[in-house]
């Protein structure tokens, strides 16, 4: 069957974000986890399928090449237009890498316009006016100006944009928006008429991202967060999911957290305040060379095989400053993602058949760890965190990646406790 849809993703939660909104649209979903080559297959009759890659904070040109294989993949499965997905907070640097990763798809695709919006209501991401919103503060006054890697201290999206392309940026107003298909056709076709390349748009909610959806329907190139995805999913003919597989009934249940996202602390704490098993790892002890995974697998090893259990490397911002600044940003930030990807392989292997990973660059580890190319999108836990279902050397798997700030407090527990 060939693809109506294909998307590329900055990073690994935010593929699974963008492949549940394809999902909820009606459109039966694949997700595949680094750059495909020629051995890449997907599961049969997916209407979409979301590439999911890690470029989001490596350097543009790594960036700029990896997408360009993905969008050739896409090509070659019968893709028409690509739909490059990033994080609804805008994360990125004043050098990119959002602007050159679309210019370089725009070129290849011999596009001479694209519209963006990271608008993601259900998660509390609004644009108005050009500006991006968490919930009721401006993105540069919200948690994410603490971000570790992307600290976001700005919320103009024009002026974010113009800092990453040589090209002109403009706005579609919400103004715009709320008259219509036809009104952001034309207004888009007059932002390209004089020279703007880059159209960022507003949109409150999901309605304005169905009128999104529908007015770019015919560009090659199309860039977002999950919202807008969902929108242009409306907008293709659908053949309604496949019923999803049922979450596996045997075997262990964990949780590994890399993400130090405040919302990502709430469902730790709340895990913890339940009474689960939880442990934290000494991520220091870890640079120093002290066997930290030996005495993670001793300490899940001795746990009620019948519960939960949750290893995390999360920190709160005081607490991740201090390591970054013994370490170094890059180094923690690896030290992180080697500890979990190797615990994940280590607890699958011991029987763990249901894994909830959080945090995007920690997915990215888990998933490579375990060997594991593509899946295949089933049922959303919380809104854009969906279980996912694989098949490793170990047996069949239900895995849940989660980026930083999605799910509600009580994700950890209500997912791996009700459905056991």
């Known amino acids: 069957m060939t693809l109506r849809i294909g998307c590329i993703a900055d990073d690994f939660t935010g593929g699974t974000d963008v492949a549940a909104a394809f999902r909820r649209a009606g459109l039966r979903t694949a997700l595949v986890f680094g750059t495909p080559d020629d051995t890449t297959t997907l599961p049969a009759d997916c209407d979409a399928a979301v590439v999911a890659l890690k470029s989001r904070s490596t350097p543009a040109d790594e960036a700029v090449t990896d997408s360009l294989a993905a969008q050739r993949w896409l090509w070659s499965k019968g893709a028409a237009q690509v739909y490059f997905k990033y994080c609804s907070t805008f994360d990125s640097t004043p050098q990119g890498n959002i602007g ?18 990271p608008s993601s209501p259900p998660n509390g991401r609004t644009v108005y006016q050009g500006h991006l919103f968490v919930h009721d503060e401006l993105l540069s006054d919200s948690p994410l100006r603490h971000h570790p890697l992307n600290p976001m201290t700005d919320s103009a999206l024009v002026r974010l944009l113009s800092a990453q392309t040589r090209h002109p940026v403009g706005l579609v107003d919400w103004a715009t928006v709320r008259r219509g298909v036809e009104a952001v056709r034309e207004a888009i076709t007059a932002h390209q008429q004089a020279g703007v390349r880059h159209v960022v748009a507003d949109a ?29 999913g409306h907008a293709y003919p659908a053949t309604g999911p496949a019923a999803a597989e049922p979450t596996p009934s045997q075997g262990r249940a964990a949780v590994l957290a890399g993400s130090c996202s405040a919302r990502t602390l709430e469902q730790i704490a709340q895990f913890y305040a339940a ?36 290893i995390y490397a999360s920190a709160s911002p005081e607490e991740l400053s201090a390591v ?18 190797t615990l994940a392989s280590h607890l699958v292997e011991r029987g763990v058949r249901r894994l909830l990973v959080a945090g995007g660059e920690t997915s990215g580890a888990v998933t490579t760890a375990l060997g594991i190319r593509a899946v295949l999108v089933g049922e959303e836990a919380d809104p854009g965190v969906p279980w996912t279902y694989a098949t490793t050397k170990n ?9 930083g700030n999605f799910g509600a407090p009580d994700l950890f527990t209500r997912a791996l406790v009700e459905t056991k």
């Open 100 to 117: 050159p990763v679309t210019d370089a798809l725009l070129d290849a695709a011999g596009g001479a316009v694209t519209l963006h919006c």
């Open 204 to 232: 409150l909610t999901d309605d304005d991202l169905a009128v999104l959806g529908a007015a770019t329907l015919e560009l090659p190139v199309v860039a977002g967060a999950a919202g807008l995805g969902e929108g242009l």
């Open 275 to 310: 009474g689960l098993p939880s442990l934290h790892l000494d991520v220091l002890a870890a640079a120093s060379g002290r066997d930290v995974t030996g005495e993670a697998l001793a300490w899940y090893d001795a746990q009620d095989p019948d519960l939960p259990v949750l």
């Open 324 to 341: 970054q600044a013994q370490l170094g940003v890059t180094e923690a930030a690896a030290q992180v993602e080697e500890l979990l990807g």
């Open 395 to 403: 047996g069949d798997l239900a895995l849940m990646l989660k980026s």
